[in-house]
């Protein structure tokens, strides 16, 4: 599984952070764990397919927010109490 965090500016509110989210499990079907955070400026999702930043930048412009930058990392799920 592959983390994505993509940062983003202009989330002001909580419906804001909804839409994104909403956005991107539209754009990205298989995102699992999709998570945004205006505090942050970010959005967070894990995939297991690789994600095309054209693809991410595209999406998110398209909402009216900005899109700053996309990376990704291996996600690995922690066992009980996480280990």
Not at 1 to 24: F, H, R, W
């Amino acid at each position: 599984m592959n983390k994505i965090t993509v940062k983003i500016n202009g989330m002001m509110c909580g419906m804001c952070e909804a839409y994104i989210c909403d956005t991107l499990r539209r754009a990205f079907p298989d995102a699992k764990k999709v998570k945004a955070s205006r505090s942050r400026g970010e959005a967070t999702f894990l995939t297991a397919n690789s994600i095309d930043e054209e693809a991410v930048k595209e999406v998110i412009n398209e909402t009216g927010y900005a899109f700053v930058s996309v990376s990704s990392e291996e996600y690995k799920k922690s066992g009980l109490f996480g280990r």
